[in-house]
C-alpha cells in the first residue's frame, strides 16, 4: 500500500509540476502580448505578492532547506525540488496575474482573465474615493453583449498612492473629453426594469 501511495504522490507532483509551468509560461506570454503599457503595479494581498502562493513558496523553500542541507536527506531531494519549481511556478503565474495594468486601450486588472479587461470606449463613468493607501476607483462599463442590467458592469480598482498622478493624467486623456463631451443619454426605464 505504501509503495502504491508513493507512486501516486510523485505522479501527483509531476502533473501538477507540468500544469504549473504551463500557468506560468501561459502568464508569461500574456505579459509580453500588451501592448502600450502606460502604468501597471502588484495588487497581491500581502504587500503586493499573491498570499498563497508567496506563502506556499517560502514554506517550500524553509523545508527544502532544512531537508537537503541541515538534515541531509538525499533520498527525498527530489520531491522537494519538485516541490519548489511547482511552487515558483506558481508564484510566477500568480504574481503577473494579481498585477494592474492600464494600456492605451483600456484597463488589464488580471492578464489571465478577459473578462477583466475593459477597454476605454467601454467605460461610462467612474467614481473616485481617495484612502490612505491611495484612490479607489469604481468604473462603470456596458458589456456589448449584455441584454438589461446584465449591460452594465462595474470594476473596482485600488491605485496606490505612488501611481496616482499618473493615473489621473491617463484619466484625463482616456475618459475626461469623452464623459465630459457627450450629452446625458435618453434612459428607457421601462427596459431597465426587470
Avoid: C
Amino acid at each position: 500500500m505504501s509503495e502504491f501511495l508513493m507512486h501516486f504522490f510523485s505522479g501527483l507532483l509531476v502533473v501538477f509540476s507540468i500544469a504549473s509551468t504551463f500557468m506560468a509560461a501561459y502568464s508569461v506570454l500574456n505579459k509580453y502580448r500588451l501592448r502600450s503599457v502606460r502604468l501597471h503595479w502588484r495588487a497581491g494581498k500581502l504587500k503586493g505578492y499573491p498570499l498563497f502562493a508567496t506563502v506556499f513558496l517560502v514554506l517550500i523553500g524553509i523545508l527544502s532547506i532544512l531537508a537537503v542541507l541541515v538534515i541531509r536527506d538525499q533520498s527525498h531531494t527530489p520531491f522537494f525540488m519538485g516541490y519548489l519549481w511547482m511552487g515558483s511556478m506558481w508564484f510566477i503565474s500568480s504574481y503577473l496575474s494579481s498585477k494592474h495594468y492600464i494600456t492605451d486601450h483600456g484597463i488589464v486588472k488580471n492578464i489571465n482573465d478577459p473578462a477583466q479587461t475593459i477597454p476605454w470606449y467601454l467605460i461610462i463613468d467612474y467614481v473616485e474615493h481617495a484612502n490612505d493607501q491611495g484612490i479607489q476607483y469604481m468604473f462603470s462599463y456596458a458589456h456589448p453583449n449584455g441584454i438589461g442590467s446584465e449591460a452594465f458592469n462595474q470594476l473596482r480598482l485600488h491605485v496606490p498612492k505612488t501611481h496616482v498622478e499618473a493615473f489621473k493624467k491617463i484619466i484625463a486623456l482616456k475618459l475626461q473629453l469623452k464623459l465630459d463631451d457627450e450629452e446625458v443619454p435618453e434612459i428607457n426605464w421601462k427596459k431597465l426594469q426587470p
